[in-house]
C-alpha cells in the first residue's frame, strides 16, 4: 500500500471511532493487532484496547478525535491529534464534572501488509486532561 493509502486507512480508523462504528473500527484493525498505551503493564490485544477506548467514550460520550497533521514512511503513520470532548462519566475514579476539555495527542501505527493498523502507539497529553478535570 503507498504512504497515501495508509494514511486514507487511519483517517478511516480515527472516523470510525468518532462514529462509535465499532465494526468498521474493528475491520480497520489486523489479526494480531496490538496496542502500546502509557501507564498500562503491557500491550492491549484487541478486546483490552475495546475496553480501554470503552473507558474514554464512557467518561466523555461527545469525544471527538481531530487529525491536525498527518504523515507516512514506509509502513508507520504517524498522527497529531486533537482531543475535545465533555466529561459526563467517571474517568479514572474522578466523577462526572460536566467540564469540557481539550488536549492532544500522538499516534503511530505500524501497518499490515493488507492496509490494516497493525499496532498502535498512543501518547495522550493525560497531564493536561487532568488538570482540566480538577
Known sequence: MSAEDNETVVRRWIDAYNDRDKQAEADAR???YVAHVPGMSGSLDAEAWVEFIDS??????DLRLTVESIVS????????VAFHGTHRGEFQGLPPTDREVACTGMEFDRMADDGKVAEHW????QVALLRQLA
Open 122 to 125: 498512543v501518547e495522550l497529553d
Open 73 to 80: 514512511s514506509g509502513d508507520i503513520v504517524a498522527a497529531r
Open 56 to 61: 474514554f467514550v464512557d467518561a466523555f460520550p
Open 30 to 32: 489486523a489479526p494480531g
